[in-house]
């Protein structure tokens, strides 16, 4: 295949940023190794591993209840990047940010809370493309409280929502419209701020699932004016086991407890706890400092090349990709042709996505096949999964173009287009 891609600037940023991630440096199965599997979880610049290596080194100790020098540090280093999480997503303050494992958690977390004070007659709303995170703990909470469960349906395989049905489905009587913002399985970006607003109209909360715009796309959270916001710090350069909440202004405060213990009171009888104010109230046991620092070091990173960069550099050999693997005969590409995010999901004719991953890995090439975790969805287009390659900043084009000549030959050889 010929590229079509004429930009000097879509490899910058990977000759840029390449030297700060040691594992790309490797073969796999005798050939460099080609990372596609971003959406899954991303890689991490050393900066990143230095920033948890100096934490450990230098300033490890328990938080908060301490009254010695390294538990000032420690506890220093964590509200520091409680406040680097909210200036990275534009909140009003770190008061709205509650550090979770990750976007998973955050969901599960809100679910529980707000579930609480929900009943039969309640609505909850969410989308056909929503993954399992932003699906299950909702359908739980649905099955506990007796609340109906609502889906916006997306339209067709090019993956845009059916914002035509939204006003029939988005009634006053729905509690809380959960969406994610950009797909993984499908690239599409939502119109979060849109669908914010929508759902204030009728006096329901909006969940905005963040896994992947969080650093992949410039997230202005006081713009997009969502109540409640998460991602994942894995997903963005940084360490797993942490990622964000945010909650707008007091809804912190106007929610019950998630989970009891250590840190998330301010004072305990043998009748009943009090809670402390806040984010606070929300991490229960000794949370994860280690984890917190390097979320922080992660956003440094991230910042430093600049978000915007990040989205066009992606979307480009996403577009590229998108466009050429079309060529190849009985190709089946999902998600919108333009304006999408760095990640594109594929069939090649008469394969399926598990061999195809499976002898591309063969050759050094990591891409990621099955459902996503957005089955009920691959139910809907009438297949069982489907293969993804998706990008960050530090891949080029030409591991996109290597990648595209071993489908191509993986597709002449095993593809069965009758
Ligand atoms: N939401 C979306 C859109 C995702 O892509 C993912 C992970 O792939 C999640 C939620 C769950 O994220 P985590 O496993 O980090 O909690």
Partial sequence: MESTLNTNTTD??????????????????GHPLIYFDNAATSQKPVQVL??????????????????????????????????????????????????TRGTTEAVNLVAS?????????????????????????WQLIAQRTGAELLYLPVKDTFGELDLDQLDNLLTPDVRIFSFVHISNSLGTINPAKVLCAKARSVGALSFVDGAQSGGHYPVDLQDID??????????????????????????????????GGGEMISEVTYDRPIFKE????????TPNMSGAVG??????????????????????????????ISKLPGTQVYGPKENRAGLVSFLLGGMHAHDLVTLADQ????????????????????VTGTARASFYFYNNRQEVDRCLEVLEHIQKRFGDLE
């Fill in 12 to 29: 910058a940023l990977s000759l840029r940023t390449r030297k700060d991630f040691p594992i790309l440096d490797q073969e796999i199965n």
């Fill in 50 to 99: 230095d920033a948890v290596r100096r934490y450990y080194e230098h300033d490890n100790a328990n938080v908060h209840r301490g009254i010695h020098e390294l538990s000032n540090r420690a506890t220093l280093a964590y509200e520091s990047a409680r406040e680097r999480t909210a200036q990275f997503l534009n909140a009003r303050s770190s008061k709205e940010i509650v550090f």
């Fill in 113 to 137: 809370c707000l579930g609480q004070s929900l009943k039969s007659g309640d609505k909850i709303l969410i989308t056909e493309m929503e993954h399992h995170s932003n699906m299950v703990p």
């Fill in 226 to 259: 969502c109540d409640f916001y998460a991602l994942s710090g894995h997903k963005i350069g940084g360490p797993t086991g942490i990622g964000a909440l945010y909650a707008k202004g007091d809804l912190f405060n106007e929610l019950p407890p998630y989970h």
């Fill in 278 to 285: 806040g984010p606070h109230k929300f991490e229960a046991g």
């Fill in 295 to 324: 979320l922080a070091a992660a956003m440094d990173y991230i910042d430093s090349i600049g978000r915007q960069a990040i989205y066009d550099h992606d979307r480009e050999l996403a577009e590229y990709f998108y466009n050429e």
């Fill in 363 to 382: 050759k050094g090439i990591a891409l990621r096949g099955g459902h996503h975790c957005t089955q009920p969805l691959m139910k809907k287009f009438g």
